[in-house]
């Protein structure tokens, strides 16, 4: 097997900077990274800073995994950058903010890597795209040498799982995310536009924290799970098939790696890996919890006129706790359908359009919107 195709695991069982650090050097050394990385690049690592919050949430990257990578990338002769969109505004005032609630601002200065400002971006050519031709995609990406993928391992409500691909759509600046939202509102041509991105940004390492992962209605909801591992590799979508196994999925579930599988970008299951490092197994968690909107199958045994309806009903819809809103319009402003109206200092969803994104539930501060299915469709 090449290099490609190799995805490796180690365990860490704490967030020790010292033990990090020497499990992503190792890690580094079996991808052999000194052949990507050249004195003087510009190395830029894109984590996943989806919401503000405290590093323990497990909602963002841990800023010491980013450390761990960017001494290593140092060590190897690259200028580090970190850059990242989060959801909402794209602005310096708010990637400041940002940087400071998920601790990467004290993380950069003790451990000398910038963290961007610039918040211009450009169009992205992807010709070989099935679904999209073109993104419009953040600056310091396009003009980065090398870009290193650091992102979370976490259940996701509308993908399934994010890891490696998915943090690739932050890329996209902004409040142009919930656009791409509207343009492809159904989970499988969703997928097939992530799958596009990620090959038209590939990047050329991929690393993620799953020391401790989130569970559950992922990718900001979900509750903090232990897993104790580090995975890394050159290819996000081969990193990714293991990421489903930890978390007990299989590459059928998560409809981007569907996608990535039928177009021969990896293979159908953990077996198509060369796994270095300890024994995967040991790091599953069987009774992992998965997103509430994970879809179940029996709609493919009903007759086909009705499938389009009961696939409508089983849906779960995102349902705000009403008493608990603090009106910070934070979901109505990510809203790719603008169905969602502030009403006396309360967030209010119309549900005639909404396209079950569940953006709204990701940008929640105050993670007061739940993902809700029908009772009947429970059983
Ligand atoms: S209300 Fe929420 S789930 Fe529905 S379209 Fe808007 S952001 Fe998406
Ligand atoms: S983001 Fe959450 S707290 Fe803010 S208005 Fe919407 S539901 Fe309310």
Excluded: W
């Amino acid at each position: 097997m090449s290099l490609e195709n190799r995805v490796c695991i180690n365990s860490c069982e704490e967030y020790d900077s010292r033990r990090i650090y020497a499990v992503i050097q190792e890690q580094f050394r079996q991808l052999n990274a000194a052949e990507l990385v050249k004195p003087g690049m510009k190395a830029v690592i894109k984590p996943n800073l989806v919401l503000k919050s405290k590093p323990e949430a497990a909602v963002v990257t841990h800023p010491l995994v980013v450390a761990a990578v960017a001494s290593c990338l140092q060590e190897l002769g690259a200028e580090v950058l970190v850059a990242e969109s989060p959801g909402g505004l794209y602005t310096p005032g708010a990637l400041r903010s940002s940087y400071h609630a998920c601790g990467y601002s004290d993380a950069a200065k003790s451990h000398g890597f910038a963290l961007n400002e610039d918040c211009s971006s450009r169009e992205l050519k992807t010709p070989g795209g099935a679904v999209s031709k073109t993104f419009e995609v953040i600056a310091p990406i396009l003009d980065a040498d090398l870009i290193v993928d650091v992102c979370k391992l976490k259940t996701h409500c509308m993908m399934g799982l994010s890891a490696a691909v998915k943090n690739m759509f932050g890329v996209v600046p902004g409040l142009m995310k919930p656009e791409l939202h509207c343009r492809f509102p159904e989970k499988a041509p969703f997928a097939e536009m992530l799958v596009d991105l990620c090959c038209g940004v590939r990047p050329h390492l991929c690393v993620v924290d799953a020391i401790t992962a989130m569970e559950g209605n992922g990718p900001s909801g979900g509750n903090p799970r232990f897993v104790g591992a580090l995975l890394s590799a050159r290819d996000p979508f081969y990193l990714d098939v293991l990421c489903a196994g930890l978390v007990g999925m299989k590459t059928a579930d998560i409809p981007y790696l569907q996608a990535a599988h039928s177009r021969g970008l990896c293979p159908a299951d953990i077996d198509g890996l060369e796994i270095i490092g300890e024994n995967y197994r040991s790091f599953i968690a069987p009774d992992f919890v998965q997103p509430e909107s994970k879809t179940s199958n029996f709609i493919e045994h009903l007759p086909r006129f009705l499938q389009p309806l009961a696939a409508r009903l089983a849906t779960p819809a995102p349902r705000i706790r009403a008493k608990d809103c603090v009106g910070c319009g934070k979901c109505a402003e990510s809203c790719p359908q603008h169905t969602i109206k502030l009403e006396n200092r309360r967030a209010r969803i119309d549900y005639s359009h909404c396209i079950r994104c569940y953006c709204c539930h990701e940008m929640c501060p105050q993670h007061v919107i739940d993902i809700k299915r029908m009772p009947l469709f429970k059983l």
